[in-house]
T-cell receptor, first 112, second 115 residues
């Protein structure tokens, strides 16, 4: 049982490049979400999903796309990276009715 | 809508002295409240949670928090700080209700422990 895994751990992009941050969980959790963490800002919700085929926007969705084709995977796509997207990204998952969310180890992204 | 205010961005204590990290919340519904800890360059770990049961909640590593509805507060305490407690702490609120999973984070309190 690996919990929530994220790849890559580190990534450097140039402005305008695209990439996908991967998130997977092996706990059969219905709910998954993406957050970004910036200094002094706490974590802010980007997108979330309550099950396969269902996604919705969080507090800061602009510049990011998500899809949920399986219960296990919830990738986050940056279509055209901008320096403002330099951040640490966390994926989390939770089962229905549970109060606890499980967080992945994070991806540190730098956009130059 | 819900919100969380962590009243101190940085708290410094001496090893062996008490820790108090303050958190006030705002929620339209009966909230669930959490404290998470993040050690440097690590992910987030759940310290404790309040989910409308006992108002005094005990967590891991000797931490506890008390839910005070009249004061809309959920302060985190520990009787005696240890060097390993140095980390950033986040107070988090989740609105109750079926299908409500979204978490709202405070901006964090960085705890320093002086030897």
């Amino acid at each position: 049982n690996a919990g929530v895994t994220q790849t890559p751990k580190f990534q450097v992009l140039k402005t305008g490049q695209s990439m996908t941050l991967q998130c997977a969980q092996d706990m059969n959790h219905e709910y998954m979400s993406w957050y970004r963490q910036d200094p002094g800002m706490g974590l802010r919700l980007i997108h979330y999903s309550v099950g396969a085929g269902i996604t919705d926007q969080g507090e800061v969705p602009n510049g990011y796309n998500v899809s949920r084709s399986t219960t296990e995977d919830f990738p986050l796509r940056l279509l055209s990276a901008a320096p403002s997207q330099t951040s640490v990204y966390f994926c989390a998952s939770s089962r229905t009715g549970s109060h606890e969310q499980y967080f992945g180890p994070g991806t540190r992204l730098t956009v130059t | 809508a819900q919100s969380v205010t962590q009243l101190d961005s940085h708290v410094s204590v001496s090893e062996g002295t008490p820790v108090l990290l303050r958190c006030n919340y705002s929620s339209s519904y009966s909230p669930s409240l959490f404290w998470y800890v993040q050690h440097p360059n690590k992910g987030l770990q759940l310290l404790l949670k309040y989910t409308s049961a006992a108002t005094l909640v005990k967590g891991i590593n000797g931490f506890e928090a008390e839910f005070k509805k009249s004061e809309t507060s959920f302060h985190l305490t520990k009787p005696s700080a240890h060097m390993s407690d140095a980390a950033e702490y986040f107070c988090v609120v989740r609105a109750s209700g079926a299908g409500s999973y979204q978490l709202t984070f405070g901006k964090g309190t960085k705890l320093s422990v002086i030897p």
